[in-house]
């Protein structure tokens, strides 16, 4: 079993910065994809930020330029850095990760943290 921890949601006015950390835990894993996914009320859950392979990245189109993923592999910790936030970014956010122990992938979910934004 893999354990994600969020951490850093909270409240900000329209413009600011939020950053969000994600750490896996749990014995003799390897993450194959980490990142953000996030739901408003009322809406499905939505991709933010992926990071695949610990490589490459995939943005949802109305956060490119503004966010920003990041990932430690030796802490097995994932960031998304938020800036020039917009109320629409208001949402619970939910780490993910895609995760394996030496056989099949499973998909792995935080507990979430509400981000919002006051206009």
């Known amino acids: 079993q893999v354990q994600l921890v969020e951490s850093g949601g909270g409240l900000v006015q329209t413009g600011g910065s939020l950053r969000l950390s994600c750490a896996a835990s749990?014995?003799?894993?390897?993450?194959?994809?980490m990142g953000w996914y996030r739901q408003a009320p009322g809406k499905q859950r939505e991709l933010v930020a992926l990071i695949i392979s610990g490589v490459s990245t995939k943005y949802a189109d109305d956060v490119k330029g503004r966010f920003t993923i990041s990932i430690d592999n030796a802490k097995n910790t994932v960031y998304l850095q938020m800036n020039s936030l917009e109320p629409e970014d208001t949402a619970v956010y939910y780490c993910?990760?895609?995760?394996?122990?030496?056989?099949?992938?499973?998909?792995?979910w935080g507990q979430g943290t509400q981000v919002t934004v006051s206009s």
């Open positions: 993910y990760t895609l995760a394996s122990k030496g056989g099949p992938t499973y998909n792995y």
């Open positions: 749990g014995s003799g894993f390897s993450i194959h994809a």
